[in-house]
C-alpha cells in the first residue's frame, strides 16, 4: 500500500532509471470491469430453482469463471460468466413460469365453474306441482 504524498495517477506508470538517462512512461486505457461470475446466483439456483440440472450447470460454469478469473484469462472468465448466466436465467423461468401458468388455468377455471354454477342455480330451485307429475 503506498502511502507517499503526492499519489500518481495509477493509470501512468513510470520507470526511472537509476542514471537518469531515459524514463519510459506507460499510460494505460480505462479500466475494463472485471468479469462476473454470478457464483451467489448460482447457488441460489442449484440449491432451490434446480429443474433439469439447469442450477447445477449454471454454479459449473460459475466456478469455471471464478476459476479463469483468478488465473488472469479475463476473456474466458466473461465467457463462463455469460454462460452461467444463462443458466442461471433459464432455471429461474423453468421454475417460476409453469407454476404462474397453472395459477392462472386454476384462477380462470374457478370463474368459468362460478359462471356455470350461476346458470344451473335456477334449474335446483324450481319448485314442481303435483300436475307436473301426470
Excluded at 463462463?80 to 442461471?88: H, I, M, R, T, V
Excluded at 423461468?93 to 335456477?122: D, F, N, R, Y
Amino acid at each position: 500500500m503506498d502511502t507517499s504524498y503526492p499519489r500518481e495517477d495509477p493509470r501512468t506508470l513510470t520507470s526511472h532509471k537509476a542514471d537518469g538517462a531515459a524514463d519510459t512512461a506507460l499510460t494505460l486505457g480505462p479500466p475494463c470491469p472485471k468479469p462476473r461470475d454470478h457464483l451467489l446466483w448460482s447457488i441460489f439456483s442449484t440449491i432451490y430453482l434446480n429443474l433439469c440440472c439447469l442450477g447445477f450447470l449454471a454454479l459449473v460454469h460459475s466456478v469455471k469463471a471464478r476459476d479463469q478469473k483468478v488465473a488472469g484469462d479475463l476473456e474466458a472468465a466473461r465467457r463462463y460468466g455469460s454462460k452461467a448466466k444463462c443458466y442461471n436465467i433459464l432455471a429461474a423461468m423453468w421454475t417460476l413460469v409453469p407454476p404462474l401458468l397453472l395459477l392462472g388455468l386454476v384462477v380462470t377455471g374457478a370463474l368459468h365453474l362460478s359462471q356455470l354454477a350461476k346458470g344451473s342455480a335456477a334449474f335446483f330451485t324450481t319448485k314442481f306441482d303435483d300436475g307436473d307429475y301426470d
